[in-house]
């Protein structure tokens, strides 16, 4: 489908060719058996859709000949396995432009490059299939009106781009991880990430993302007991985690730690720059290396609170913002003590940024009883409780509120 958007141009048109091919292989491989090039199949008959429709629309005859082009390999051709990297690489990117509202990224990279049926998107956005076609299809046609080229950047026009390509990506998770968010959509996002770093290994941010992505995930079937209630990282069976992933994740992580350390500053820095900022960690590797903390961590009383901290601290110089500053707060609890941890919620919380929002409630709860105050923290436990949407959530925060003082 990369292939056939890149050569006509047209989303829809690629998206359906694509579609009646598989499901002339769905009739006739059964029955015929399976080719020995599939890949190949798949894309002759897509092509040769693509190529009766373009005819009888009379269009542009160059398009007809690219699309000639995209059959079997011939001995000596350029290898065809690179050309669908380059393929996807740039549906990524042209889904994720600027040009589209976030929430538009989320929802066209789910629908074109992951092939989400668009009734699973509309649910995890709360809105009807019909509102989530209509939003599809507008941001298709915002990359036609916009003339969004089909490319992937370069230069200092891709370091613009990625940090959005992996917000997206980072996003598309945390609709899947979330207490009641879908899973597949969380698994989604770390093949995505795979097949990110795959297709662009030089680059620190894209392999941390990727393995920050696999270590949250090897915790999703320890993130509910038995009984399907929540629990806390602390309360976690460790051996239900994913160690695969875990060790998977390890490889990766010291792989952008390397790339990080040997990158240059950019050109336009300045020398005092230069001297200090050329080997700064970026957002995801500092998250990366908190994850791996928890991840490596036999038990959650020998966890390295210390390095959290420190990587927090850095986390909130390069992204100052509220919910980074609560999660500061909760590291430095644990690293310093409760009172230092409390001390900084306060900062967090000034101006009203975190009022009313649950994770803020629930973090001044557990330092507040770690502080001695066990009849206060359950009051704000029960406080977070009757703000959250999720059921599983609030039970599990009533269910602490009731360990400490119990109605």
């Known amino acids: ?20 091919a598989l499901a002339a292989a769905v009739e006739r491989w059964p029955r015929d058996g399976v080719p020995g090039n599939p890949g190949g199949w798949l894309m002759t008959v897509a092509r040769n859709r693509a190529t009766d429709v ?36 740039r549906l990524v990117f042209t889904c994720c432009h600027p040009a589209l509202s976030l929430e538009a990224r989320v ?18 956005f709360l809105v009807g299939e019909s509102t989530m076609t209509r939003r599809i299809t507008r941001a298709k ?21 990625l940090p959005g390509v992996l917000a997206v990506l980072y996003l598309l998770f945390t609709r899947g991880y979330d207490a009641d968010g879908e899973p597949a959509f969380a698994t989604e996002a770390v093949r995505l ?10 680059e620190p941010e894209v392999a941390a993302l990727c393995a920050l992505l696999l270590l949250q995930h090897s915790r999703r079937a320890a993130r509910r007991d038995a009984d399907g209630e929540l629990r806390t990282l602390a309360e976690q069976d460790r051996s239900r985690w994913d160690h695969a992933a875990i060790a998977e994740a390890g490889t990766v992580l010291a792989r952008a730690e390397r790339l990080a350390a040997c990158r240059p500053a950019p050109p336009s820095a300045d020398a005092r720059t230069a001297a200090g900022r050329s080997d700064r960690p970026g957002p995801y590797l500092l998250q990366a290396r908190i994850a791996a903390c928890h991840a490596t ?31 500061r707060a909760v590291a430095h609890g644990y690293a310093y003590g409760p009172a230092a941890g409390l001390a900084l919620l306060a900062g967090a919380r000034a101006g ?21 105050d066990p009849t206060g923290a359950a009051l704000l436990f029960r406080a977070a409780a009757d703000l959250v949407g999720s059921d599983a959530e609030r039970r599990a925060l009533l269910r602490r509120a009731d360990g400490l003082h119990p109605r």
Do not use: F
């Open 297 to 327: 961590a036999p038990g959650a009383d020998r966890t390295d609170w210390p390095t959290i901290a420190r990587c927090y601290d850095e986390l909130l110089r390069l992204r100052p913002t509220p919910v980074i500053g609560l999660n």
């Open 1 to 20: 489908m990369a292939a056939l958007i890149r050569v006509t141009g047209d989303w829809t048109l690629a998206e359906d060719c694509a579609q009646e």
């Open 352 to 372: 009203g940024a975190l009022d009313g929002y649950p994770p803020a409630l629930a973090a001044e709860a557990e330092l507040t009883a770690r502080n001695g």
């Open 54 to 89: 373009l005819r009888r629309a009379t269009v542009e005859r160059h398009k007809l000949r690219e699309l000639a082009l995209l059959t079997d390999p011939q001995p000596g051709a350029d290898d065809p396995a690179q050309d669908v990297v380059d393929d996807r690489l």
């Open 141 to 161: 046609a915002r990359i036609a009106a916009a003339g969004v080229p089909y490319r992937v950047p370069t230069g200092s026009a891709l370091a613009e781009r």
């Open 193 to 202: 990430a795979r097949l990110l770093d795959g297709l662009m290994p030089a």
């Open 107 to 124: 929802a066209l990279t789910l629908r074109t490059v992951a092939g989400v049926p668009t009734a699973e998107i509309a649910r995890a």
